[in-house]
């Protein structure tokens, strides 16, 4: 979730000597929010986030019903720098769908998408926020600095795998097998509780389905287990339009657990549906590499080892030199 955990571990870094890139303390989690946060998990990272939601769906105009199911499953993978993290995510849907007399069991893979995400720019690499020895007023002042997101972009791939009957193309018409999908990703921290977090998507390009989708979730953290989130999410398509309004909170178990709880409806009747869910993301944080950033004015353990080799080679020309 974009929340306390992922906060408190970018705030530490204006105190320390070192920031620690992506990695942090605690797990950061994009759940149960459906926002992606900026920030990568870190370097050789995996981490599950899973889901189980309910879903009811009532569509006034056409007069059905449809109660059931969603299982969700997000991978993500920290490969090759800090900054990039591969993303691999699917939803099994299985409901009952009942229209008068009318009655069908349905199932099927609802969602399939592979991608990658890099951060482009990190307000906080490589700033260090001084406190002021000589004056309370200053240190909290307000600052402007906030309101300078974490930026990062995620590109990746719609895959149509079987047959899905939980989309809304109209009869004739059949989704393409892959259809591209690009996001735009900003993250603010403002003050020691709060991070909004903003995607926009353009996805299933180049397909009559295509749609341009955002997401706005705003986070308070409340101690350092509990947070709750607030979510506005917007789909604008030729085919299916809509809002949903969700919001939930989430629970830190340890550093590398956490479970989590939302519920979510949209602003249609046509169809109307409602999400209730519950979910758990864990981390496995053996194989990390720690990687230091260094401060302006400060010199890493690596630094120190290069000028000492520097210094031990010109001793040896200079000896060679005598």
Same mark, same amino acid.
């Given at each position: 979730?974009?929340?306390?955990?992922?906060?408190?571990?970018?705030?530490?870094?204006?105190?320390?000597?070192?920031?620690?890139?992506?990695?942090?303390?605690?797990?950061?989690?994009?759940?149960?929010?459906?926002?992606?946060?900026?920030?990568?998990?870190?370097?050789?990272?995996?981490?599950?986030?899973?889901?189980?939601?309910?879903?009811?769906?009532?569509?006034?105009?056409?007069?059905?019903?449809?109660?059931?199911?969603?299982?969700?499953?997000?991978?993500?993978?920290?490969?090759?720098?800090?900054?990039?993290?591969?993303?691999?995510?699917?939803?099994?849907?299985?409901?009952?769908?009942?229209?008068?007399?009318?009655?069908?069991?349905?199932?099927?893979?609802?969602?399939?998408?592979?991608?990658?995400?890099?951060?482009?720019?990190?307000?906080?690499?490589?700033?260090?926020?001084?406190?002021?020895?000589?004056?309370?007023?200053?240190?909290?002042?307000?600052?402007?600095?906030?309101?300078?997101?974490?930026?990062?972009?995620?590109?990746?791939?719609?895959?149509?795998?079987?047959?899905?009957?939980?989309?809304y193309a109209p009869v004739g018409l059949e989704e393409p097998s892959f259809s591209p999908k690009v996001t735009a990703i900003?993250?603010?921290?403002?003050?020691?509780?709060?991070?909004?977090?903003?995607?926009?998507?353009? *996805? #299933?390009?180049?397909?009559?389905? $295509? =749609? @341009?989708?955002?997401?706005?979730?705003? &986070?308070? %953290?409340?101690?350092?287990?509990?947070?709750?989130?607030?979510?506005?999410?917007?789909?604008?398509?030729?085919?299916?339009?809509?809002?949903?309004?969700?919001?939930?909170?989430?629970?830190?178990? *340890? #550093?590398?657990?956490?479970?989590? $709880? =939302? @519920?979510?409806?949209?602003?249609?009747? &046509?169809? %109307?549906?409602?999400?209730?869910?519950?979910?758990?993301?864990?981390?496995?944080?053996?194989?990390?590499?720690?990687?230091?950033?260094?401060?302006?004015g400060t010199e890493t353990k690596t630094d120190k080892k290069m000028k000492k080799k520097g210094e031990k080679e010109a001793?040896?020309?200079?000896?060679?030199?005598?």
């Amino acid at each position: 979730m974009k929340s306390l955990h992922t906060l408190f571990a970018l705030t530490f870094v204006s105190i320390c000597q070192f920031s620690y890139a992506q990695f942090t303390d605690e797990i950061n989690s994009n759940r149960p929010g459906k926002s992606m946060m900026a920030f990568a998990v870190g370097k050789k990272i995996i981490q599950t986030e899973t889901g189980f939601t309910y879903v009811s769906e009532d569509h006034n105009t056409l007069n059905y019903q449809a109660k059931g199911f969603v299982g969700e499953l997000a991978i993500r993978y920290g490969f090759l720098k800090e900054e990039l993290e591969i993303i691999g995510e699917i939803q099994y849907q299985k409901d009952n769908l009942t229209s008068g007399s009318y009655e069908e069991g349905r199932s099927g893979l609802k969602q399939l998408t592979l991608g990658a995400k890099y951060l482009i720019y990190d307000p906080f690499k490589n700033y260090e926020d001084k406190p002021n020895l000589y004056s309370w007023k200053a240190n909290h002042r307000f600052k402007w600095r906030q309101f300078i997101p974490a930026f990062s972009m995620y590109a990746g791939g719609n895959f149509n795998v079987g047959d899905n009957p939980f989309n809304y193309a109209p009869v004739g018409l059949e989704e393409p097998s892959f259809s591209p999908k690009v996001t735009a990703i900003a993250q603010n921290h403002f003050g020691s509780h709060w991070v909004l977090v903003t995607n926009l998507s353009y *996805d #299933k390009i180049g397909t009559d389905f $295509a =749609s @341009i989708n955002y997401v706005v979730t705003l &986070t308070r %953290g409340f101690n350092a287990q509990w947070s709750g989130f607030i979510e506005n999410q917007g789909y604008m398509g030729d085919y299916y339009s809509d809002g949903i309004l969700r919001f939930g909170a989430a629970f830190l178990f *340890d #550093k590398n657990m956490q479970v989590d $709880a =939302s @519920i979510g409806k949209n602003i249609k009747d &046509t169809p %109307g549906i409602l999400n209730a869910g519950i979910g758990f993301s864990w981390r496995f944080a053996d194989q990390y590499e720690e990687v230091q950033i260094a401060k302006p004015g400060t010199e890493t353990k690596t630094d120190k080892k290069m000028k000492k080799k520097g210094e031990k080679e010109a001793k040896k020309r200079k000896d060679a030199v005598e």
